[in-house]
Nanobody
């Protein structure tokens, strides 16, 4: 299973970016998906998760109301729309997939990871 994240870049504070993650797996619809991020000098952290059918979405408190996760099972894609970006959102963003059901999206339960895409927010 391959996950390929894209869409990162440099943006000014208050701006927007949309990250995309393409998944090679044909059974994509059976995977719950999530975004994590790792800021310089910090541990990787959960950002947002979405269940297999998009029935439920989850967000870290730090991004709630600013970020929106979505997925398109026909295209095998997951997205993270980021708005009102802040300098503290600067990080490498990773998409990840898990087979297990449920709303638990800790790093330890994710089965596959993509290479990250760098988001830099300037003040």
């Amino acid at each position: 299973v391959q996950l390929q994240a894209s869409g990162g870049g440099l943006v000014q504070a208050g701006g927007s970016l949309r990250l995309s993650c393409a998944v090679s797996e044909d059974t994509f619809s059976s995977w719950a998906m999530a975004w994590f991020r790792q800021a310089p000098g910090k541990e990787r952290e959960f950002v947002s998760g979405i269940t297999r059918s998009s029935a439920a979405t989850y967000y870290a408190d730090s991004v709630k109301g600013r970020f929106t996760i979505s997925r398109d099972n026909t295209k095998k894609m997951v997205y993270l729309q980021m708005s009102s970006l802040k300098p503290e959102d600067t990080a490498v963003y990773y998409c990840a997939a898990k087979r297990a059901a449920g709303n638990y999206f800790a790093e330890t339960v994710m089965n596959y990871w993509g290479k990250g895409t760098l988001v830099t927010v300037s003040s």
